[in-house]
């Protein structure tokens, strides 16, 4: 008779275990399986009107950095990367920039204004950011000597972020051997996601591009 | 005449009315356009947008959705099968991109929990059927005593708990068991013994009082029990499962409410004129359309016509968000014009009475007699502004430019109010 009883709270407590489970996760986290593949070709033309090709850059640490002139976070960011550059360009790190949606004019004022001299390129059709599985903007890939993306940082970088990565890159002159527990995704809090879909984050006045 | 200029409702109804759009030839799609098409959204359908929250990117209207969907169709051409297509976007963005959850591993859960709970509910139902159409319980009252009915074995259950008992007290004066369990069982034998004897001493008046079985007696025929519980059940999956499961009706919004600036705005209630019914939009159009967009996100005259379109159904964000990106493909073009004209009106709407009238002076800019800017101006400047001179101009210049139509009366009334206005403020 006892065991009838027994019944519904045994048959409970799987179910609030696993929503308990639930709470410890963080549901922003979307694992991405990027991370420990070789990072995509593309070959684009810079704001300049160069073309880059990824694949020149074999050999060398490169920081990938998806942005836009409409994104506010990746403002935010954007002096963390210039310090980064002038810190590790000697040592072998290359910044590229990919700008995301938005016109050649609109991205390379915005370069003007808030400096950085590395390379951005036009990704037309979003093609590029399609290959790296991007979410928005700003996404940050860490790329390593032998073209491998170890690591992918899904909103603005953080100076802790580029800390841990680039020196250890920059140090791994050989084969990156990067266990799989390091192969992660972060994404920093209070992560802002502008779209440029609507009116409103593009000030209230339609804009000639 | 204000109180009717205040109701939004009747302003869409005047743009809808006011511009007939110049229709571009629209092209008629060869069957295996069509076809294409159709397995594209089908894949497009069961792939997650990047950006949005639980929307297909058949369904999203964002930038990256589209570049997706671009994505989708060329590797359809190319050859590829759909589930190629999955499976390239599922190696650059994780099994998350699919709306679907393939039905393996963890996975499988998802897939057989709504069949185990729909067993589960047909196991309910069934079991508060029958208990329905059990015989009724013979008598309530008697908590405690055993349902046993033969005076014999009530007898015989009396013997063995007396002796039972007996045992009990021997045991514990040789301290064969402590006196916790001594009390225990003491007292769970003896609550026993007395359910017996009050069965044993109830016994022969029952039985005369209920000469007749009372097993026999149901409190509802079964038959109709049953084909209730079955049309109940039947009715609650019917209806649960056709709604969550059926595809969307054609017209019919992603969230089955129209969010995007359909509901009734302030004051629309009392507009006896605007009779607070939307336009009535062709829908076959609007499809078409939408299909042209998708197909090209840079078809201008599309992206203006279902600007119009999307405006004359209230649904602003929208409208607002075709007619960005017209403007932005041809910021200086006449052909922009109209989607200004429409930019302006938005932007009005939402407060934004400057920034609308610079949107409409630009539509103006772009091509001077535009007879859908100019009512617009004049409604701007007469309802937001207050600015009867320059309403009046711009009605004048509307109703020499503007072929005659249903508008021509009520801007040639809306005319006169402004100038009587003006003329009262002097």
Same mark, same amino acid.
């Given at each position: 008779m006892t065991w009838k009883r027994a019944l519904i709270p045994l048959a409970a407590m799987p179910v609030i275990a696993l929503l308990g489970f639930g709470l410890t996760r963080d549901a922003r986290l979307v694992p991405s399986p990027l991370p420990g593949k070789s990072a995509p070709a593309f070959a684009l033309s810079t704001l300049a009107g160069d073309s880059l090709r990824l694949s020149d850059l074999r050999g060398q640490v490169v920081l990938l950095n998806f942005w836009a002139s409409w994104c506010l976070a990746c403002i935010g960011e954007h002096p963390l990367l210039v310090a980064a550059d002038r810190r590790w360009r000697d040592q072998g790190l =290359?910044? *590229?920039? #990919? #700008?995301?949606?938005?016109? =050649?004019?609109?991205?390379?004022? !915005? *370069? =003007?204004? =808030?400096?950085?001299? !590395?390379?951005? #390129?036009l990704d037309e059709g979003s093609r590029t950011a399609i290959e790296y599985g991007l979410f928005g903007v700003p996404e940050t890939f860490f790329i390593d000597r032998r073209g491998r993306i170890v690591y992918k940082q899904i909103g603005p970088v953080s100076e802790q972020v580029l800390d841990t990565w680039i020196p250890r890159l920059l140090a791994d002159s050989g084969p990156a051997v990067v266990s799989p527990a390091e192969l992660q995704v972060g994404r920093s809090p209070g992560y802002l996601r502008t779209s440029p879909d609507f009116p409103a984050t593009q000030g209230t006045t339609p804009r000639k591009p | 005449m204000r109180l009717l200029l205040a109701t939004p409702l009747v302003v869409f109804w005047l743009a809808q009315q006011a511009t007939a759009p110049a229709s571009p030839p629209s092209r008629p799609d060869s069957a295996r356009d069509s076809l294409l098409e159709a397995r594209v959204g089908e894949v497009a359908a069961s792939l997650r947008c990047p950006v949005c929250q639980n929307l297909s990117i058949q369904d999203s209207p964002s930038e990256l959705a589209q570049d997706m969907k671009r994505i989708v169709r060329e590797q359809l051409v190319r050859g590829a099968t759909p589930d190629q297509v999955r499976q390239y976007f599922v190696a650059r963005y994780g099994e998350w991109v699919l709306l679907e959850p393939p039905a393996r591993g963890v996975n499988l859960t998802v897939w057989a929990l709504p069949a185990l709970v729909l067993v589960g509910g047909a196991v309910l139902v069934w079991a508060a059927v029958r208990r329905w159409v059990q015989p009724a319980p013979a008598a309530a009252g008697a908590p405690a005593p055993p349902p046993v009915a033969d005076p014999g @074995?009530?007898?015989?259950?009396?013997?063995?708990?007396?002796?039972?008992?007996? @045992?009990? @007290? +021997?045991?514990?004066?040789? &301290?064969?068991? &402590? +006196?916790? %369990?001594? %009390?225990?069982?003491?007292?769970?034998?003896e609550a026993e013994l007395r359910a017996v004897k009050a069965a044993l001493k109830e016994r022969p008046k029952r039985a005369a009082a209920r000469p007749a079985p009372a097993a026999v007696r149901r409190s509802i025929n079964p038959v109709v029990a049953w084909s209730l519980g079955v049309v109940a059940f039947g009715a609650v999956v019917a209806l649960t499962l056709t709604r969550s499961v059926a595809p969307r009706a054609a017209g019919g919004t992603i969230t089955g409410i129209d969010l995007s600036g359909g509901a009734a705005p302030d004051g629309g209630a009392d507009g006896a004129e605007g009779g607070g019914a939307i336009a009535p939009v062709d829908t076959a159009r609007l499809h078409v359309l939408e299909a042209r967009v998708a197909r090209d996100s840079n078809d201008h005259a599309a992206l203006v016509e279902l600007g119009h379109l999307y405006l004359s159904q209230q649904r602003l964000n929208r409208s607002a968000q075709v007619n960005m990106r017209a403007v932005r493909l041809k910021p200086d073009a006449r052909e922009s014009a109209e989607a200004f004209a429409h930019l302006g009106m938005i932007l009005w709407n939402a407060g934004e009475t400057d920034a609308g009238l610079q949107s409409l002076d630009k539509a103006l800019e772009l091509h001077p007699d535009f007879p859908e800017a100019l009512l617009f101006k004049g409604i701007v400047l007469f309802a937001g502004k207050r600015d009867m001179a320059g309403a009046t101009q711009a009605w004048e210049r509307y109703l020499q430019v503007a072929p005659a139509d249903a508008n021509t009366a009520r801007v040639r009334a809306m005319l006169e109010g402004a100038r009587r206005a003006a003329g009262s403020s002097r």
């Amino acid at each position: 008779m006892t065991w009838k009883r027994a019944l519904i709270p045994l048959a409970a407590m799987p179910v609030i275990a696993l929503l308990g489970f639930g709470l410890t996760r963080d549901a922003r986290l979307v694992p991405s399986p990027l991370p420990g593949k070789s990072a995509p070709a593309f070959a684009l033309s810079t704001l300049a009107g160069d073309s880059l090709r990824l694949s020149d850059l074999r050999g060398q640490v490169v920081l990938l950095n998806f942005w836009a002139s409409w994104c506010l976070a990746c403002i935010g960011e954007h002096p963390l990367l210039v310090a980064a550059d002038r810190r590790w360009r000697d040592q072998g790190l =290359r910044m *590229v920039g #990919v #700008v995301y949606q938005d016109t =050649r004019g609109n991205a390379a004022q !915005w *370069v =003007r204004e =808030r400096g950085g001299d !590395w390379p951005n #390129v036009l990704d037309e059709g979003s093609r590029t950011a399609i290959e790296y599985g991007l979410f928005g903007v700003p996404e940050t890939f860490f790329i390593d000597r032998r073209g491998r993306i170890v690591y992918k940082q899904i909103g603005p970088v953080s100076e802790q972020v580029l800390d841990t990565w680039i020196p250890r890159l920059l140090a791994d002159s050989g084969p990156a051997v990067v266990s799989p527990a390091e192969l992660q995704v972060g994404r920093s809090p209070g992560y802002l996601r502008t779209s440029p879909d609507f009116p409103a984050t593009q000030g209230t006045t339609p804009r000639k591009p | 005449m204000r109180l009717l200029l205040a109701t939004p409702l009747v302003v869409f109804w005047l743009a809808q009315q006011a511009t007939a759009p110049a229709s571009p030839p629209s092209r008629p799609d060869s069957a295996r356009d069509s076809l294409l098409e159709a397995r594209v959204g089908e894949v497009a359908a069961s792939l997650r947008c990047p950006v949005c929250q639980n929307l297909s990117i058949q369904d999203s209207p964002s930038e990256l959705a589209q570049d997706m969907k671009r994505i989708v169709r060329e590797q359809l051409v190319r050859g590829a099968t759909p589930d190629q297509v999955r499976q390239y976007f599922v190696a650059r963005y994780g099994e998350w991109v699919l709306l679907e959850p393939p039905a393996r591993g963890v996975n499988l859960t998802v897939w057989a929990l709504p069949a185990l709970v729909l067993v589960g509910g047909a196991v309910l139902v069934w079991a508060a059927v029958r208990r329905w159409v059990q015989p009724a319980p013979a008598a309530a009252g008697a908590p405690a005593p055993p349902p046993v009915a033969d005076p014999g @074995e009530l007898l015989a259950r009396r013997a063995r708990l007396v002796s039972a008992l007996e @045992e009990l @007290e +021997a045991d514990f004066a040789d &301290t064969k068991v &402590t +006196a916790g %369990d001594y %009390d225990l069982l003491r007292q769970r034998d003896e609550a026993e013994l007395r359910a017996v004897k009050a069965a044993l001493k109830e016994r022969p008046k029952r039985a005369a009082a209920r000469p007749a079985p009372a097993a026999v007696r149901r409190s509802i025929n079964p038959v109709v029990a049953w084909s209730l519980g079955v049309v109940a059940f039947g009715a609650v999956v019917a209806l649960t499962l056709t709604r969550s499961v059926a595809p969307r009706a054609a017209g019919g919004t992603i969230t089955g409410i129209d969010l995007s600036g359909g509901a009734a705005p302030d004051g629309g209630a009392d507009g006896a004129e605007g009779g607070g019914a939307i336009a009535p939009v062709d829908t076959a159009r609007l499809h078409v359309l939408e299909a042209r967009v998708a197909r090209d996100s840079n078809d201008h005259a599309a992206l203006v016509e279902l600007g119009h379109l999307y405006l004359s159904q209230q649904r602003l964000n929208r409208s607002a968000q075709v007619n960005m990106r017209a403007v932005r493909l041809k910021p200086d073009a006449r052909e922009s014009a109209e989607a200004f004209a429409h930019l302006g009106m938005i932007l009005w709407n939402a407060g934004e009475t400057d920034a609308g009238l610079q949107s409409l002076d630009k539509a103006l800019e772009l091509h001077p007699d535009f007879p859908e800017a100019l009512l617009f101006k004049g409604i701007v400047l007469f309802a937001g502004k207050r600015d009867m001179a320059g309403a009046t101009q711009a009605w004048e210049r509307y109703l020499q430019v503007a072929p005659a139509d249903a508008n021509t009366a009520r801007v040639r009334a809306m005319l006169e109010g402004a100038r009587r206005a003006a003329g009262s403020s002097r």
